[in-house]
Nanobody, 126 residues
Framework: QVQLVESGGGLVQAGGSLRLSCGVS????????MGWFHQSPGKEREFVAA??????YYSDSVKGRFTISRDNAKNTVYLQMNSLKPEDTAVYYC?????????????????????WGQGTQVTVSS
């Protein structure tokens, strides 16, 4: 059984930082594509970042501010979020695809991911 558990969300002021963690069981993160998505109230869930093998992908809105990384020994994926903005407020979801996608098209698509975490709330105050 594959399980993804996110943690690290919370309330932070604009300009601050948070680090989200996604602990995985039932699959190894090193042999998967791991993604982060977020969903704001009233909006569709959107791609934030992904890591597949040595490739990383980011949405334009977070490029240069967020960093996705992976600790294979801990089987955990992280999303370091710096210079946070109020528009980053959302529920953040971790996702796993059993295929290593070396194409940004697939890594950025929600339909590529079979497993999802329960989400963690990030709120950025102005």
């Amino acid at each position: 059984q594959v399980q993804l558990v996110e943690s690290g969300g919370g309330l932070v002021q604009a300009g601050g930082s948070l680090r989200l963690s996604c602990g995985v069981s039932g699959r190894t993160v090193s042999s998967s594509t791991m993604g982060w998505f977020h969903q704001s109230p009233g909006k569709e869930r959107e791609f934030v970042a992904a890591v597949a093998s040595d490739m990383t992908y980011y949405s334009d809105s977070v490029k240069g501010r967020f960093t996705i990384s992976r600790d294979n020994a801990k089987n955990t994926v992280y999303l370091q979020m710096n210079s946070l903005k109020p528009e980053d407020t959302a529920v953040y979801y971790c996702a796993l695809a059993s295929t290593i996608y070396l194409s940004s098209v697939f890594s950025k698509s929600q339909s590529s991911y079979a497993y999802w975490g329960q989400g963690t709330q990030v709120t950025v105050s102005s």
